[in-house]
């Protein structure tokens, strides 16, 4: 077998291990909820008779080896379960799947990080081209100095100036995200766009720094020095010489910052009341709607990894080391 | 050692007994030489503690004094107004420097406590202990920390014991990695292998032999650590599940002004309210970024390519 194709088996099953770990870490940190799901859905008051009555209908009063069993063997028919409210007394259960929960805000969420990182990544790979092109010129230390601050504020500083400027003084773009699911294309577009430009803020800074590190650390190769003495122009030597074999570890790096974008996905959406994923976990976290908290933890961490792997896998793929074995 | 620029002779350089800098010295050496942006940022950082310390003394007004008036404009009696129950904004920001730098400190201390001591541990003794852990904190980091976070707050409640806890181990995998790495470097030196076979136990080598060698990037990482623990809470609690009312922190207060920022248009003094307490996050993770930014320059000995 070619070595690279065992290297990325490997690293596959590696990720489905970590993604198993996971799983078993989110069902046992949620088997140490002091009491359990029963007593946290009924008051205080609820009589123990009650509590344990609750605790069978919702199978809780098994051993927790079957109950993460059980768990899995429902994740892997996309069930994920039932959430708390709606949940009142026991018998009467208006609760909604998870599921139906769930899927149309993923849809809203995947949208919107598309749409950031459509804008971001094109943009950051020509400011880092550009800021290498052009290093220590005036250009290349106002991008230095600004992107470093911009990494420095929190989401939602970002979001509010942009709200300050464009709803609250200048009203060109609405400040509340108001999608759903019958919501046209190009009405979706602007009614995400403060959004996706806060986002695009959050992870430009750090995906331009790292392209022009990257550049810039093989502009001190020896066949930069070749090239370069052969008369090659700046522009050629960055271009034809240095961009090609700067593509493995510029690639790494959107990914890795792809899979940032999740988490900051977060913040932005709660600051524009976008309806996604990310919003309805920090909803269930307030109300500890514990079904709703896993399944969404389980669909952050699953894209987490999955763009962890597949940054890897590309560093492995685009190394000409790997690619062409003695 | 005085030398006039023009009368220099070697002999005289020679002669002159070279007094060793005391500590203060060469501290205030290094100063003068640091660069305008780690100047400023020392200055702001400085401020910030000095803020947190003397709260109660520079707050015109306490940190839950609720009065008449809520959402009051800003006047000579509340210098940034009042919040939605009437509480001066300007005294919560003052509250909040201790709180919420107060919280993020002591997490970073904890996190770089436990990381530190495993990381250090899990290099001197390869054996299972590192592969353990090494495979405890691969796994700890497949999950994004802000997710994590919410998961654990919702299961143990919004606490701010709870706060630190669960931030604390969640960054000391990252304060592992990295004096992992760093001390497996210095592990294999002469000294270390001679402090062993003199017969020196575990906590004797992490202290005396590597710990003093990886202080430099330690340092560092502490900065950049505190700044990511900092972001974290601020975001947490302002998205409701970090630092509970009453006490007054910056990132719950973004949230419960926000919707002043529709008012820029009619007073703009009223749309920047919700932003002081954002900018305040800001500058301080900007301050610290530039310090740190100079120290690394500063200790990887690099000299500037001009």
Known sequence: ?326 | MSQEPNTYSALGEVGAVSEKRSLWQRLMLDLRKAPMTARFGMIVILGYIILAVFAPILSPYGEAEVFPEPYAAWSAEHVFGTDQIGRDIFSRMIFGARNTVGIAVATTLLAFIIGGSLGLAAAINQSWLDQFLSRAVDVLMAIPSLIFALVLLSIFGSTVTNLILIIAVLDSTRVFRLTRAVSLNVVVMDYVEAARLRGEGLWWIMRREILPNIMPPLIAEFGLRFCFVFLTIAALSFLGVGIQPPTADWGSMVRENASLIMFAQYDIKAGLTPLLPAAAIALLTVAINFVVDWFLHKTSGLRDEQ
Request: neutral net charge; proline residues 5%; charged residues 15%.
């Open chain 1, 1 to 326: 077998m070619h070595p690279i194709i065992a290297i990325i088996l490997n690293r596959l099953v590696l990720g489905i291990v970590t993604l198993f770990m996971v799983s078993l870490i989110i069902f046992i940190s949620i088997q140490m909820l002091p009491g359990d799901f029963a007593e946290a859905i009924l008051a205080r008051a609820a009589t123990e008779e009650t509590v344990a009555a609750l605790r069978k209908e919702l199978g809780l009063d098994r051993h927790p080896v079957l109950l993460y069993f059980d768990w899995m063997t429902a994740l892997m028919s996309g069930d994920l379960g039932n959430s708390y409210t709606g949940r009142g007394v026991i018998g009467a259960d208006e609760s909604r799947a998870v599921f139906d929960l769930v899927a149309p805000r993923l849809k809203n969420t995947l949208f919107l990080a598309s749409f950031a990182a459509i804008i971001a990544v094109p943009l950051s790979l020509f400011l880092g081209i550009t800021t290498a092109l052009y290093r220590n010129s005036a250009y290349d230390r106002i991008m230095n100095m600004s992107t470093l601050t911009t990494i420095s504020f929190p989401e939602f500083f970002i979001a509010y100036i942009l709200i300050l400027f464009l709803t609250s003084l200048f009203p060109i773009f609405p400040s509340l995200a108001n999608v759903d699911a019958d919501t046209e294309f190009f009405e979706r577009l602007y009614w995400s766009a403060l959004p996706a430009l806060t986002l695009t803020l959050v992870i430009l800074a750090h995906m331009m720094r790292m392209t022009r590190a990257a550049i810039i650390n093989l502009l001190a190769s020896p066949y930069i020095q070749m090239a370069r003495l052969s008369g090659a122009t700046p522009r050629e030597l960055i271009l034809k010489h240095a961009l090609p074999n700067a593509w493995a570890p510029i690639v790494t790096v959107i990914t890795l910052n792809l899979a940032n974008l999740v988490v900051g996905v977060v913040v932005v959406e709660v600051v524009f009341v976008y309806p996604g994923i990310g919003q309805l976990m920090v909803d269930a976290v307030a109300s500890r709607d514990i079904p709703v908290v896993q399944s969404c933890a389980l669909i952050f961490a699953m894209t987490y990894i999955l763009l962890n792997l597949l940054a890897d896998i590309i560093g492995i793929v685009t190394n000409p080391r790997l690619l062409h074995p003695k």
